[in-house]
């Protein structure tokens, strides 16, 4: 998979496993680590790139895709799909190496990946939850339509503190899509 963004030489693509290097590089970063969920690991070892290779391009609801610039990934963006009575919702994430921070290169990714995920008709909601840390992640939501949501007082554990996280969604007319059946009990 191959998705352009508005930014001139930045895509999203399918993980590959000459990405490791990239992954350690800008994975391995105490600053990358702090705004994400426990399943990315700190110190980032190249065990855990090849791991990360192979789980994100498994089949399946979920989109995992590196943010390539200038023929490099620095950054991932990905979706994880809702199951159960929230099977239309799905939970969104990104990270941008430190070092490209500050370029809207995430503000760039993250609207690709919206204009994919809508296109898709598979979802009538996208959320993000957002550490309360983390302003910048809350101004690309906003650029992009994201809507706050409300605040989750003392939900996040991380770096040794519980903080709150702020829930961010964009949501579409659930009229616009086709719904599974219903195999809920009458």
Same mark, same amino acid.
């Given at each position: 998979?191959?998705?352009?963004?508005?930014?001139?030489?930045?895509?999203?693509?399918?993980?590959?496993?000459?990405?490791?290097?990239?992954?350690?590089?800008?994975?391995?970063?105490?600053?990358?680590?702090?705004?994400?969920? @426990?399943?990315?690991?700190?110190? =980032? %070892?190249?065990?855990?790139?090849?791991?990360?290779? #192979? +789980?994100?391009?498994?089949? /399946?609801?979920?989109?995992?895709?590196?943010?390539?610039?200038?023929?490099?990934?620095?950054?991932?963006?990905?979706?994880?799909? @809702?199951?159960?009575?929230?099977? =239309? %919702?799905?939970?969104?994430?990104?990270?941008?190496? #430190? +070092?490209?921070?500050?370029? /809207?290169?995430?503000?760039?990714?993250?609207?690709?990946?919206?204009?994919?995920?809508?296109?898709?008709?598979?979802?009538?909601?996208?959320?993000?939850?957002?550490?309360?840390?983390?302003?910048?992640?809350?101004?690309?939501? #906003?650029?992009?339509?994201?809507?706050?949501?409300?605040?989750?007082?003392?939900?996040?554990?991380?770096?040794?503190?519980?903080?709150?996280?702020?829930?961010?969604?964009?949501?579409?007319?659930?009229?616009?899509?086709?719904?599974?059946?219903?195999?809920?009990?009458?």
């Amino acid at each position: 998979m191959r998705l352009p963004t508005d930014i001139p030489d930045c895509v999203l693509r399918s993980w590959h496993d000459t990405d490791k290097n990239a992954l350690i590089l800008h994975g391995n970063n105490r600053q990358i680590w702090r705004n994400l969920t @426990g399943i990315f690991p700190h110190p =980032y %070892t190249e065990d855990d790139a090849l791991k990360w290779v #192979e +789980t994100a391009n498994r089949p /399946g609801r979920d989109v995992n895709l590196a943010v390539e610039f200038g023929g490099k990934a620095i950054g991932g963006i990905g979706i994880r799909a @809702g199951n159960d009575v929230n099977v =239309y %919702t799905a939970t969104l994430g990104y990270w941008i190496g #430190e +070092t490209y921070w500050g370029n /809207g290169i995430a503000t760039a990714a993250v609207k690709a990946m919206i204009a994919y995920v809508l296109f898709s008709n598979e979802f009538a909601r996208l959320e993000a939850r957002v550490f309360a840390w983390n302003a910048a992640s809350m101004r690309v939501l #906003e650029k992009v339509g994201f809507v706050r949501e409300g605040v989750l007082k003392y939900s996040i554990f991380k770096d040794s503190q519980i903080v709150d996280s702020v829930l961010y969604a964009l949501v579409r007319d659930p009229k616009s899509l086709t719904l599974a059946e219903d195999n809920s009990p009458s």
